[in-house]
């Protein structure tokens, strides 16, 4: 039989209410330096979140762009005319006679 403890603490959401408790039970010096601490936390994780989705979104672009090239290196090695890399590349002729 696989019985289950249940942790009423965490099982009930009743962490939140004894936080809340915990927070009401501040002084009002000690309330402000919380809600200052708490204020550059959720500025940082902005910071950090928004860098992230950022770099995600650049590597996927870089990514796109090296397939492009190697796609436009295959093609240019299979003798295919420079027009139709572009076309298929969207590669400049530029680019595409540097590979």
């Known amino acids: 039989m696989n019985a289950k403890y249940i942790n009423p603490y965490t099982d009930f959401g009743f962490k939140k209410v004894f936080e809340k408790a915990?927070?009401?039970s501040l002084g009002q010096a000690d309330r402000?330096?919380?809600e200052s601490s708490l204020k550059?936390?959720?500025d940082l994780k902005?910071?950090?979140?928004t860098a992230f989705d950022e770099g995600k979104a650049e590597g996927k672009a870089e990514g796109k762009m090296a397939g492009k090239i190697e796609t436009a290196k295959m093609m240019k090695a299979e003798g295919e005319p420079v027009e139709k890399i572009v076309r298929y590349t969207g590669l400049s002729e530029g680019e595409i006679s540097k590979l």
Do not use: N, P, S, T
């Open 22 to 24: 915990e927070l009401a």
């Open 32 to 34: 402000d330096k919380y």
């Open 40 to 42: 550059i936390y959720r």
């Open 46 to 49: 902005g910071v950090i979140d």
